[in-house]
DNA sequence: CTAAAATTTTAGCGATTGCTACAATTCTGT
DNA sequence: ACAGAATTGTAGCAATCGCTAAAATTTTAG
C-alpha cells in the first residue's frame, strides 16, 4: 500500500480538469442534438443541462475561442472539425460506459445515469477493458 | 431549490457538485494521513493534492464552516465525528472501485488512478454491483 | 406590416478553486 | 534563548460556472 505522503500517480489524474469535463459534455450535447434537429441553439443546451440560457452563452463563447465549435451573435450553434472529433470520441467513450454498466447487470436508467459522470475519468486501457466485457469487440 | 426543469435524468446527476468532491476528497486525505502520521498539516494536503498551500488553507476553513473538519490557527487539522463518516463512507467506496477494476484485470497503478476518478460518480445501485463482482461481499 | 413572443446578449453579482507575494507564527538547531 | 527554517495566514489577482435583471435581436402571430 501507498504511503501516506505518496502524492503523484493517483492524484495526477484526479487534480481534474473541470473545464475540459465542461467542454466534452457541450460538445457531445451539441452533437446529440444536431443529429435530431437543424440547428443548435442556446436554449436547447440551457434545458439539456438545467442551466440558465446564460450560462450556456459564456460557455459557448469560451469553446469557440477554444476552436471547438463556431457561432455568430444570435445564430445557432455549428461544431468545428475539431469540434466533432471530440464529440465523436466522447460519444464512443460514453456509450462504452454505457453498454459495460449494462453488460455487469445494470439497469438502464441507472447505467445512462452513472455513465454520465463516469466517462470522464476512465482511462484508455480501462477503457479497452469495458470494451471487451461489454461485447462491443468488433 | 430544485428548478423544475424536469431534464433527462441522466444530467440531473451529470450536473456535478464539484465543491462537494473537493470536500470527499480532502477528509478522505486527511482520514488516510492520520492513520499515517500523528499530525495533518495544510502542507500535507497540499503535497498530496499538488496545490498550494494557500488553496488548501481556503478549502479547509470551507470544510470547517460545513462542519467536517476543525482546526485553529497554526494548528493541525482534524475531523469531526461527521467528517470521519464521510471519510469513512468515501474510502469504502473508494475501496470497492478500485478492487472492482482490479477484479475486472486492469492493472494496479491503472486501477488507482481510475478509481479516484469515478468514485464520486458510482450510485449506490452500481457500487452494490461492483462489490459482489469484486468478491467483496461479507 | 406590426406587435408580441422567443431568443440571445450584456452587465453585474457570488462561490469555488487556482496562483504569487508577503506577513505572521511556530518549530528547530546551536 | 535566539536566529533561521518551516509552516501557516492574509491580500489580491484570475478563470470557471452559477444566477437575475434588463437590453437587443430575431422569430412568429395577427
Redesign the interface.
Known amino acids: 500500500m ?4 505518496n ?10 480538469d ?1 473545464a475540459s469535463e465542461t467542454a466534452e ?1 457541450y460538445v457531445e450535447a451539441v452533437a446529440d442534438i444536431l443529429a435530431w434537429r437543424p440547428k443548435c441553439r442556446v436554449t436547447d443546451l440551457a ?5 440558465s440560457h446564460v450560462t450556456v452563452n459564456r460557455i459557448v463563447e469560451r469553446l469557440q475561442k477554444e476552436g471547438l465549435l463556431v457561432t455568430r451573435p444570435y445564430q445557432p450553434i455549428e461544431l468545428t472539425h475539431k469540434g466533432k472529433r471530440l464529440a465523436s470520441k466522447c460519444r464512443e467513450r460514453h456509450e462504452i460506459v454505457r453498454c459495460f ?1 449494462l453488460a ?4 438502464e ?10 466517462e ?4 484508455p ?2 477503457l479497452r ?1 469495458f470494451r471487451e ?1 461489454a461485447g462491443m469487440d468488433s
Chains 1, 2 share one sequence.
Open positions: 501507498a504511503k501516506a505522503t502524492i503523484s500517480e493517483p492524484h495526477r489524474r484526479t487534480r481534474r473541470h459534455d434545458k439539456r443541462f438545467a442551466v454498466l455487469i447487470g445494470i439497469d436508467e441507472t447505467a445512462a445515469i452513472d455513465a454520465e459522470g463516469i470522464h475519468h476512465v482511462s486501457r480501462t477493458r466485457l
